[in-house]
């Protein structure tokens, strides 16, 4: 089973990237940030994650803002003021740990090194912190898979290149993307092209067990907001990067190329601009996934719900 470190603000999209993980993975911690909501939600929901997985899996919260800019906009109003879509969920069982999320990270991959892949589901903040304390943190990663950008263009927040975990805290995915020889993108243009039915993903949560049904519940709020804005179908942007971390054979169309940080545009700050044309001469770090097997990406995903026959 591969062996995951998860980097994440739940957020909806979030716990089912964590469900997945949980039904076909080991989790060595999840490192929490802001970013979809404030970090008291986002810790919050971890908790009440773990409570519903039943295992032991720590919680480790990380930091509360971007590292340099004050963040201009949060998710909230995709995923609920509270992230979780506005439940009410009861305050969760499960402890958070004593340990600082950037700290974790570091001490985790120097406890097993080459041994974990991090997957980075949120904004880079935590990450970019551990690799300014310690930049040898690439080399003791299996591998890292961010869910992050937009690599034509079509963001989806208030700046229109922009895509929300690099938007919200650019200085931090330049640290991480210049850090980092190698790493896998999936971008929220992949994302969009990788859409679940809707009449599809309610036949699962009807066939699921309780974690279907915790799942049904929090994503509510998300497909009203999706429906009313023509955006068609189930989009799981996490989910589809925890898919590329599970099993990176999912992969059927993929470019390798430069990727760097906008960090000053009137109009782009937050842009992720890929080097297509290699005129930079630059080393292409970035594996931009272009598209997966759709079919076995649904499997990983019924399984995770309990719904698959
Ligand atoms: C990303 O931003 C968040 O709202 C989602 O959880 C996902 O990580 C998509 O742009
Ligand atoms: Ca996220």
Redesign the pocket.
């Known amino acids: 089973r591969p062996q995951l470190l998860i980097d994440t603000?739940p957020?909806v999209?979030?716990a089912l990237a964590i469900l997945m993980a949980h039904a076909h993975a080991d989790i060595a911690g999840l490192c929490i940030a802001a970013?979809?909501v404030g970090l008291g939600h986002t810790v919050r929901n971890a908790r009440t994650l773990v409570d519903l997985l039943g295992s032991p899996v720590p919680v480790f919260a990380g930091c509360a803002t971007p590292l340099v800019r004050a963040a201009e906009e949060d998710?909230a109003f995709?995923?609920g003021q509270d992230g979780f879509g506005d439940i009410g969920f009861p305050e969760p069982a499960s402890a958070l740990a004593d340990e600082s999320a950037a700290l974790a990270l570091l001490r985790l991959t120097r406890e097993r090194p080459g041994e974990l892949t991090l997957v980075a589901?949120?904004p880079l903040t935590n990450l970019a912190l551990a690799l300014r304390l310690d930049p040898t943190l690439p080399l003791r990663v299996a591998r890292l898979v961010v869910?992050g950008g937009a690599v034509t263009g079509h963001g989806?927040t208030g700046r229109v290149p922009a895509?929300?975990?690099v938007g919200f805290d650019p200085e931090a995915a330049h640290v991480v993307f210049e850090a980092f020889p190698a790493f896998d993108l999936i971008d929220?243009e992949v994302?969009l092209r990788h859409a679940f039915d809707n009449a599809e993903f309610d036949d699962w949560l009807a066939a699921g067990d309780r974690r279907a049904d915790f799942f049904g519940k929090i994503v509510g709020a998300a497909r009203r907001y999706n429906a009313s804005h023509e955006r068609s179908g189930l989009i799981a942007?996490?989910a589809l990067a925890m898919a590329v971390a599970l099993d990176p054979s999912i992969v059927t169309r993929s470019e390798t190329r430069a990727v760097a940080v906008e960090l000053d545009g009137r109009l782009t700050r937050g842009a992720t601009v890929v080097d297509w044309a290699g005129r930079l001469g630059r080393p292409a770090q970035a594996r931009i996934v272009l598209e997966v097997d759709q079919t076995r990406f649904a499997a990983m995903v019924q399984r995770a719900l309990g719904a698959q026959r």
């Open positions: 603000d957020g999209d979030d970013g979809n998710a995709v995923h589901l949120a869910m989806n895509e929300f975990n929220w994302t942007a996490d």
